[in-house]
């Protein structure tokens, strides 16, 4: 709780309302997107919110401002190759296309946000690089070759890319069949590993490795919205909408083989 205190207040000493830079003209907390584009080439559908939008109609100036809870500040490519920087300043582009200048700053709140006595910026704050209007043309064909493999994307290629079928990491990373976990408890020299309230700790396993039922929200043009794993997410619906229980089977390659034994 003292933590969240701490971040909420950095946030709000960082001047979350965008006084800092001058009254704006518009400001918008979490600004949906919902894009649908097929012109020029370029073909794609992207949806997301901006956490906080300013907008200055005489400069044509908008200001994205994210607000980051991570322990790190980005580094390296999070910093050159941000989707979020190119995604939030797309969504200006098209949502509010007069607004030429757009600028995208990701605020950690475990950071120092305050500027320093000489106005530099806080450790916390990090003040992207400007996009330049070619940059996010290429952005959006590459987002078109997204959707295009996305849209013939099949139950095939789903099969044959999982990551019981990967080799296990060589560079420490989280990947291959480590991603699937295995069934049981921790051991160690042969006997259980217990926490300490003496229980038995569970291994990790994969979320979608074993079967389960599930919640499917339809419209009322029998189009599915979203799925959710309890019955509880499922009450305060659209009263419009109705609601499917299903089964998922399970990960089709242990579904098939039936056989963990390959796994450490
Ligand atoms: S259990 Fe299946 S879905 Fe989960 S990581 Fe392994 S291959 Fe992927």
Redesign the pocket.
């Given at each position: 709780m003292e933590l969240i205190d701490t971040m909420t207040l950095e946030g709000l000493l960082y001047d979350f309302f965008g006084a800092d830079l001058k009254k704006p003209s518009q400001q918008i907390s979490e600004q949906e997107f919902n894009l649908e584009i097929d012109e020029d080439g370029k073909k794609y559908k992207t949806r997301g919110f901006i956490d906080k939008l300013f907008l200055y109609s005489k400069e044509k100036r908008a200001v994205i401002r994210d607000f980051k809870t991570s322990k790190q500040v980005f580094k390296g490519k999070e910093i050159s190759d941000n989707l979020q920087n190119l995604m939030y300043c797309l969504a200006v582009k098209k949502v509010f296309p007069e607004y030429k200048n757009i600028e995208v700053e990701f605020l950690f709140v475990k950071f120092d946000l305050q500027p320093d006595l000489l106005g530099s910026p806080g450790k916390g704050v990090l003040k992207m690089e400007k996009i330049s209007e070619e940059e996010l043309e290429g952005f959006e064909y590459q987002l078109t070759s997204i959707q295009e493999y996305l849209e013939s994307f099949n139950e095939d290629d789903a099969r044959s890319n999982?990551?019981?079928k990967q080799n296990y990491p060589s560079d420490n990373t989280f990947g291959g069949p480590l991603?699937?976990g295995k069934e049981g408890f921790k051991k160690s020299k042969g006997k259980e590993v217990l926490d300490k309230n003496g229980n038995p700790i569970p291994n990790y396993i994969?979320e979608?490795?074993n079967p389960f039922d599930y919640y499917a929200i339809i419209n009322k043009e029998g189009v599915l919205q979203k799925c959710v794993f309890t019955k509880e997410e499922t009450e305060n619906i659209d009263p419009e909408f109705f609601v499917e229980k299903r089964s998922y089977q399970g990960?089709p390659?242990?579904e098939k083989t039936e056989d963990s034994s390959f796994l450490v």
């Open positions: 999982l990551a019981a991603m699937c994969c979608f490795r990960c390659h242990f």
